[in-house]
């Protein structure tokens, strides 16, 4: 991969529509439950490894289609999380590593993958921004129903949201991590967080 692809057209707009209404009707959709790097961002994850796909399916059949187009065979451990980006709303620059959580050795994961669901019809800002070091290497402009693909290890941003925008920004991103057994016994078969617990 350099560093990023980008695929539009992923789904049909209906799963889109449904996805979106399934996110927000969830108890868990919360203020940021991320670190601090999140402003303004609400939203919830999911932990699970690939032998807890099933259960994640089953708790969340609105989620099937997403896991069986975007989750890469080669990883093993997964950090699912919708983010929802509103006006003056902003990420900063950081680098991917949430399941520090679990075992503070996890390196940054092998990809992120990024599908955007829906998007105020004027958005100032929330442009994706990669980096290598001190070097840009990705501008992406969201789009819906697109999905963008980069290299874990990138630091990233997200520009902030023009105060006058209305509606949101809400996108499903999932670190995928390739981890060593040792790490992997720590992650849980299927686990939830919202507003900074698991719960």
Known sequence: ???YTETRNCFPMEYLVELRKRIHQIPYLAPNNLTYDFVGARGFSVVFKRSGIARVKERFE???PYLDTLLDADCNAFYLNPL?????SRVDPHIDRSLRAYS???DPPRYVSVLY???PETMQGGQLVLSQGKREVGRITPEVN???RFQ???MHHVTPLGSETRGERLSVVCEQYDLPSEILAAIPELGL???????
């Open 104 to 106: 503070r050795t996890v």
């Open 193 to 199: 967080e919202s507003r900074g617990k698991r719960i």
């Open 146 to 148: 697109k999905v963008v």
């Open 152 to 154: 874990g290890d990138l």
């Open 62 to 64: 609105w989620l099937g």
């Open 1 to 3: 991969m350099a560093y």
């Open 84 to 88: 929802l980006l509103v006006a003056s």
């Open 117 to 119: 669901v829906t998007l």
